[in-house]
């Protein structure tokens, strides 16, 4: 170590000690990944008025909270925190559908509007209120704003709740669809004798490390890649085509 570097030492050290309490904040922080609009083979012609369009889709590795819900008690809630980005070049509905899948306990968990929940959420991911976090509902009241180009863009915030995920699962999905307006017409699924409606969907696959008894954040760990497929919806969507829509 030269003579100029042991008198610089001490600040460097200084410095570093300085930036701790910052830095450990940004570590604890779950990591964030942003989902560009992906392809499928499906692509072709699958839209209502012939444009196929995807909206950009950034989130949080899915986190714990327990809260106390009225008329449910004490309740392990899940939350995905999201931020959904138009880089379409028009307005753009999003009403989202988001389905948890155990594939370990083959159950099937659908995001929760629970108002005392996600108030907690906000205190925790958004104490000041500057990204006023909507619901599933909420969040398509309005059009997602388009983003203009090399300007920054304009995300809306949400997050999708789940209380009653099953304590004994480490392996699930989550389904998450309304980004696109891409649908895609199958054969029947017998003994069901009407088409099957399959709406572009993003898959985003994790995993649990760890057992029921002790549960964190920090367990839960994002498997890449994400997946865009074509998944049967239960929600009715105007312009799609009156057919049987099943969950899977």
Sequence with gaps: MTGTWRRRWPLVLLALASALPLAGLALAAPNEYVVKPGGNVQDADASRNGKLWVLDFKFKGPRLLTVDIPGR???????????????????????????????????VHHDQILPKVQDAISRIEDPTGYYKIKNSVTISAEPIPPSRPNAMPRPVTGVAIWDDVDPESNHYSIFVSGLSNGWAVTDPIPPDTQPVVRRKTLQLNFRRVGDRYFQRSEEIRFVPPEQWIYRGSTLTVPGLPEATIPSK
């Design 73 to 107: 008690g004490q309740k392990l809630c899940w939350y995905l925190w999201y931020q959904v980005t138009n880089n379409t070049g028009e307005p753009r509905t999003f009403i989202p559908t988001f389905e948890l899948v155990t594939h370990d306990r083959n159950t």
